[in-house]
């Protein structure tokens, strides 16, 4: 599978909601596969966010929402903070043959 | 709670071949899938390739397959990633991860990352 298609950037302002998108996370032979979003801040440990398209992991603040509609998969951050100021990536996975894909990535600005 | 603990700096020559460890403390390092995903300069997150402890089956991504190899020491909880031939393009962060409590392939536990850096 390719790599999954993700916008180079987005930006919102605190207090601001923004939603990402991740797209091609079906591929070409119909295989159902997982999809998980990760926040990684440049210097420190990538931190998974969203798992299984919409379930977040205990610790994770819900203003971080996951959602898929067809090959696109997105993540929805609510109340922006400026922390939240990241670089954001979406995963697909597939259990048949254990092969992942990382999206390019999307650099969040909080203006 | 499994924590990873991961080798130190590495500076190699173009060419040559890095063997990376990855240590796994605090529970069942054989239940657990491990992963290794690495980050060049400027770049964003590549996967690499993926092996389960338990047997040593192991799957690698399409850019890598044939210069990466991972393999285990179920001893030691230990997950070796090796990549050879290698080129300045391979200089980055390798991160181990684990697959360890969430459904679908999530990697919830990582390792601090071990930079490789490759220059003549």
């Known amino acids: 599978q390719s790599a999954l298609t993700q916008p180079a950037s987005v930006s919102g302002s605190p207090g601001q909601s923004i939603t990402m998108s991740c797209t091609d996370i079906s591929g070409d032979d119909g295989v159902y596969r997982y999809v998980s979003w990760y926040q990684h801040h440049p210097g420190k440990v990538p931190k998974l966010l969203i798992y299984d398209v919409s379930s977040r992991p205990s610790g994770v603040s819900e203003r971080f929402s996951g959602s898929k509609s067809g090959n696109t998969a997105s993540l929805t951050i609510s109340g922006l903070q400026p922390d939240d100021e990241a670089d954001y990536y979406c995963?697909?996975?597939?259990?048949?043959?254990?092969?992942?894909?990382f999206g390019g990535g999307t650099k969040l600005a909080v203006l | 709670q499994v924590q990873l603990v991961q080798s130190g700096a590495e500076v190699k020559k173009p060419g040559a071949s890095v063997k990376l460890s990855c240590k796994a403390s605090g529970s069942s390092f054989i239940s657990y899938y491990m992963n290794w995903v690495r980050q060049a300069p400027g770049q964003g997150l590549e996967w690499m390739g993926i092996i389960n402890p338990s047997v040593g089956n192991t799957n690698y991504g399409q850019k890598l397959e044939g210069r990466v190899t991972l393999t285990r020491d179920t001893s030691t909880g230990t997950v070796y990633m090796e990549l050879s031939n290698l080129r300045s393009g391979d200089t980055a962060i390798y991160y181990c991860?684990?697959?360890?409590?969430?459904?679908?392939?999530?990697?919830?536990?990582w390792g601090p990352g071990t930079k490789v850096t490759v220059s003549s």
């Open positions: 995963t697909s996975y597939t259990p048949s043959t254990t092969l992942m894909v």
């Open positions: 991860a684990m697959m360890t409590g969430y459904a679908g392939g999530a990697l919830d536990v």
